[in-house]
C-alpha cells in the first residue's frame, strides 16, 4: 500500500469503483491509498487534479501519486528478467495476470544459507508408533500439503457408477504412466472398503478425473457418505460423458481436434494387451466438467496394516491407458509438445482438514545440472 498525505481539512473527492482497490479522502489530511502495483496511482493524479486544480496541495498531491506511479513503474521494468527455462518473463503473468511472481529469493547463491523465519530451533517429535490413532491423521494430512486431488469414477459390475475425490493421489511415473490412489477403510460398510475400491478390485478400471475451481463444490458433495449403488455423478449434477461408442461419427474425439478433448492414446510398447489404435477406453464414465481425464486399469495394489494387521489403506495403483486433455487448458510446451496450461486449468488441491487450495504466486526455477563435460554446476532448463 502506498499512502500520500498533504494537510488538507474538508473532504471532497471519494471514488470506490467496484473493482479498483483504492480510496481517498481528506479530513484532517488527504490520505489516498493504493495498491502499488496497478496504475490506480496515476489515476488517484488525475482525479486529484480535476476535483481541485487550483488548490496547491491538491496539485502536489497529484504530482506525488504521480511520482509513485512512475517509480512503480521503474522498479517493475527493473525486477524484470528474462526466465531462460521457459522464455517467459518473471514476475509475468504468464497470462491472465495474476498467477506468476518472482522467485522469493532471487538473489540466492549456492551456498548461502536460507534460515527459516523461526525464533526457535524447537521441534515437535512425533513417533506414529506411540500416538492414539486418530492423531495421526489431522497432523499428516496438514503437513504433506497440498496434494492433488484424483476424482476417482468407477463403476460396478452391474455399470452402477460411483464418483468420490482422493488426495491421497498422485502420479508416481510417466513411462507408462503410472496413478497410485490411497483408499482409507471405510467405517460405514462391513467389509471396510470404501466404494470405489470395491468397484475398482471388480472391474479392474477406473477414470481420474481432475478438479478445477468451477465445479469444486459439486465435487467436493461426491465425498458424502451415500450408500453403495448411488450414483454420486447423478446427485451432484456432475455430467457423464457418454464413451465414444455412444457418441455420433462427427462429435467423437480426436488427437488435436478442435473443440473438443485432446486425446492421448499409449505407445504401443506398453505393458497393455492391445495395440494403440484398438484399445477400447474403460467403462467407468469421464466427468465433462473435468478438464483433463485419465483413463487407468488397475495394475497392483499394496494393503497398509496397522500394528495389529488390520487394513487401514488399500493402495491401487493403475495405469493410465488413455489421457484426455480438453482444448480449452491444453497449452504448448517450449518444443511444442501439448502441456496443461495453468492459467486456464485452475486445479484444486488438498491441504489439512476441510481446506482447499488454489493455484496461486508461480514462479520457475531452472535446475542445476553438471554436464559429462562440465566441471560446474549451471543453471539449464529441462522444460521440453
Ligand atoms: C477432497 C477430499 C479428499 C479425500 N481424499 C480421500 C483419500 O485420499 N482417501 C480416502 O479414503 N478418502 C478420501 N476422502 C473421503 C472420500 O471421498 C469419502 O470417504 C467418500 O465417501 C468415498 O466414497 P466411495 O465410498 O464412494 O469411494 C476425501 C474427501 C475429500 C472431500
Not at 526466465?83 to 551456498?111: F, H, V, Y
Not at 465435487?219 to 451415500?226: D, L
Not at 505393458?271 to 469421464?286: A, E, F, G, I, M
Not at 480438453?326 to 509438445?337: D, F, L, T
Request: aromatic share 6%; proline share 8%.
Amino acid at each position: 500500500m502506498c499512502p500520500v498525505r498533504t494537510q488538507r481539512r474538508r473532504q471532497y473527492w471519494q471514488y470506490l469503483p467496484n473493482k479498483l482497490t483504492f480510496h481517498a479522502h481528506i479530513s484532517s489530511q488527504v490520505l489516498v491509498t493504493t495498491s502499488c502495483n496497478r496504475s490506480d496511482t496515476f489515476l488517484i493524479a488525475m482525479a486529484a487534479l480535476s476535483a481541485d486544480q487550483s488548490r496547491p496541495l491538491a496539485l502536489a498531491a497529484a504530482a506525488g501519486a504521480g511520482l509513485l506511479y512512475t517509480a512503480q513503474q521503474l522498479i517493475k521494468a527493473i525486477t524484470r528478467r528474462r526466465d531462460p527455462a521457459l522464455g517467459r518473463e518473471a514476475g509475468s503473468s504468464g497470462g491472465n495476470g495474476s498467477l506468476w511472481q518472482p522467485n522469493p529469493n532471487p538473489k540466492w547463491q549456492p551456498p548461502h544459507k536460507q534460515p527459516a523465519p523461526f525464533g526457535s530451533d524447537e521441534m515437535h517429535t512425533v513417533d506414529p508408533a506411540k500416538l492414539p490413532t486418530d492423531a495421526m491423521y489431522p497432523l499428516i494430512i496438514s503437513a504433506v500439503v497440498p496434494r492433488p486431488i484424483g476424482f476417482v469414477s468407477t463403476q460396478n459390475s452391474e455399470g452402477r457408477g460411483n464418483l468420490a475425490p482422493y488426495s491421497y493421489f498422485n502420479v508416481m511415473a510417466h513411462n507408462p504412466p503410472t496413478v497410485a490412489i490411497g483408499c482409507s477403510a471405510s467405517r460405514l460398510r462391513s467389509h471396510g472398503r470404501k466404494d470405489t475400491l470395491v468397484n475398482i478390485l471388480e472391474t479392474g478400471e477406473f477414470v481420474v478425473n481432475i478438479m478445477s475451481e468451477w465445479f469444486v463444490e459439486a465435487a467436493n458433495h461426491c465425498c458424502g457418505n451415500f450408500d453403495y449403488g448411488e450414483d454420486e455423478m447423478e446427485l451432484s449434477g456432475l455430467t457423464p460423458l457418454p464413451h465414444d461408442n455412444e457418441r455420433s461419427a462427427e462429435s467423437q474425439c480426436a488427437v488435436a481436434g478442435r473443440g473438443c478433448m485432446m486425446t492421448w492414446k499409449p505407445p504401443a510398447h506398453t505393458s497393455l494387451d492391445c495395440n494403440s489404435t484398438s484399445c477400447d477406453h474403460v467403462k467407468p464414465r469421464r466427468v465433462k466438467e473435468s478438464a483433463v481425464q485419465m483413463e487407468c486399469v488397475l495394475r497392483t495394489t499394496h494393503e497398509v496394516k496397522d500394528s495389529s494387521g488390520t487394513v487401514t489403506c488399500v493402495i491401487v495403483i493403475g495405469e493410465v491407458v488413455l489421457m484426455h486433455v480438453h482444448e480449452g487448458v491444453a497449452g504448448k510446451s517450449p518444443s511444442g509438445k501439448l502441456i496443461v496450461d495453468i492459467n486456464k486449468y485452475r486445479p484444486i488441491s488438498r491441504l489439512g482438514g476441510n481446506t482447499y487450495g488454489r493455484v496461486a504466486g508461480l514462479f520457475d526455477l531452472p535446475r542445476p545440472d553438471r554436464g559429462p563435460t562440465q566441471q560446474k554446476l549451471q543453471y539449464t532448463s529441462t522444460a521440453s
